[in-house]
Each structure stands twice: as structure tokens, then as C-alpha cells.
């Protein structure tokens, strides 16, 4: 059974960072791209950043850019997110899933950040 | 970044069919997926590719896209069907993955 882990998440202060983990079983980890995505509380989806199933190629919401770097461990089995200069509106559920072409297929269950002094 | 429009909320009667639409400028010639995200839980795909089923997910659900409205289709609606739907496409421009507002179906 493929299963999405997310880990990390917690409260930290306004311009503070955060790194998030995501680990992926039951697939072959190299094969897979894989996406991060945000929702505040009681409002909908959004998408934050992705990489590429060998690493190379990543891309950022503007929202993000500049301040999150997504990058993958093979070794490890897990994508992050490293999140710096967070803001209050960086508060969310952050997801990570991995990506079938246009769209997501598995998703985690999710770890909360909350940005707040 | 792609608009895409969809209701805030559907009420629907138990064993009745729900209609959530998702409308952008001709979404037509995009592809769409729809994912389901019951209250406290992680979204689910539950059609990709316009009208694709993933394995697992109940016949009840059918997707379509045609001119500016996308449309996802449940069929015979059970309580368990209660949560948020929302679309997406794939942009390609700066933003990969854009997603509807999300629409909540009331049974």
C-alpha cells in the first residue's frame, strides 16, 4: 500500500522557518514527483511547490517564491519543505502528494504550521 | 493564473443526484480533476482526465467537460457522500495546480 507521511509542522514565530518532511512507501520513491499544497483553515486548496520525480526541476507558487525551497533525499525516501521568512498568512495545513501528471493522486494527511508571535 | 468558478454549496437529498459545476474560459480544452475532502480528512481524487474513475472510487461518481463548465456528477447521493469537492487543471503557466474555491455538498 503506497502511503504519504507529512512531518514537521508547529508553531514558529513571524520570519522564523520551518523545514517539513514527507515520506512516501510503497513505490518507487525515484519514479515519483511529488507536490506540496496549503489550505488555511476553513478555506480551500492551494498549490505551493513541486518537484520533479529525478530532482532537477522545481517550481513555486509567487507566493513562495524566494522564501520556500523543495528539495528530495532518495537515501531517505522524503521530500521538504523548507520554509523561511514565514509570515501570518503562511498559516495552514500543509499536504504533500504525489503528482500523476496534471494532478494528484495520493495525498498525506496533512501537518499544521502556524505562523504567530 | 486560470480562474475557475465554482458554487459554494449543494444541497441534495439522500439517494438523489448532485450536480457541482466548475466553470472557467473554456475549460473545455483543459483537462479537469476533481478531488473530495470529507471534514477533518485529506482530499481524494475521485476522477481525473475529464471523466477518468480512479480505481476504488464508486461508479456513482462521473465527471464531464465540455465549453466553460466542467462538470462532477453523483449519482444515487449517500450521507457519506457530505464533504468538499473542488476542481482543478493543470495551468502550466506560474501556477501548476489551480484549484476551484471548492464546493460543499449537503446531504
Known amino acids: 500500500e503506497v502511503r504519504v507521511l507529512e512531518s514537521g509542522g508547529g508553531l514558529v514565530q513571524p520570519g522564523g522557518s520551518l523545514r517539513l518532511s514527507c515520506t512516501v512507501s510503497?513505490?518507487?520513491?525515484?519514479?515519483?514527483?511529488l507536490g506540496w499544497f496549503r489550505q488555511t483553515p476553513g478555506k480551500g486548496l492551494a498549490w505551493v511547490a513541486s518537484?520533479?520525480?529525478?530532482?532537477?526541476?522545481?517550481f513555486y507558487a509567487d507566493s513562495v517564491k524566494g522564501r520556500f525551497t523543495i528539495s528530495r533525499d532518495t537515501s531517505l525516501e522524503t521530500v521538504f519543505l523548507q520554509l523561511n521568512l514565514l509570515r501570518g498568512d503562511d498559516t495552514a495545513l500543509y499536504f504533500c502528494a504525489k503528482a500523476r501528471g496534471q494532478y494528484a493522486d495520493l495525498w498525506g494527511q496533512g501537518t499544521m504550521v502556524t505562523v504567530s508571535s | 493564473s486560470y480562474a475557475l468558478t465554482q458554487p459554494p454549496s449543494v444541497s441534495v437529498a439522500p439517494g438523489e443526484t448532485a450536480t457541482i459545476t466548475c466553470g472557467g474560459d473554456?475549460?473545455?480544452?483543459?483537462?479537469v480533476h476533481w478531488y473530495q475532502q470529507r471534514p477533518g480528512q485529506a482530499p481524494v481524487l475521485v476522477a481525473y482526465?475529464?471523466?477518468d474513475r480512479p480505481s476504488g472510487i464508486p461508479e456513482r461518481f462521473s465527471a464531464s467537460n465540455s465549453g466553460n463548465t466542467a462538470t462532477l456528477t453523483i449519482s444515487r447521493v449517500e450521507a457519506g457522500d457530505e464533504a468538499d469537492y473542488y476542481c482543478?487543471?493543470?495551468?502550466?503557466?506560474?501556477?501548476?495546480?489551480?484549484f476551484g474555491g471548492g464546493t460543499t455538498v449537503n446531504v
Open positions: 473554456n475549460i473545455g480544452r483543459m483537462s
Open positions: 482543478q487543471v493543470w495551468d502550466g503557466s506560474d501556477i501548476l495546480f489551480s
Open positions: 518537484i520533479s520525480d529525478s530532482g532537477v526541476a522545481t
Open positions: 510503497g513505490l518507487t520513491f525515484g519514479n515519483t514527483a
Open positions: 482526465d475529464d471523466s
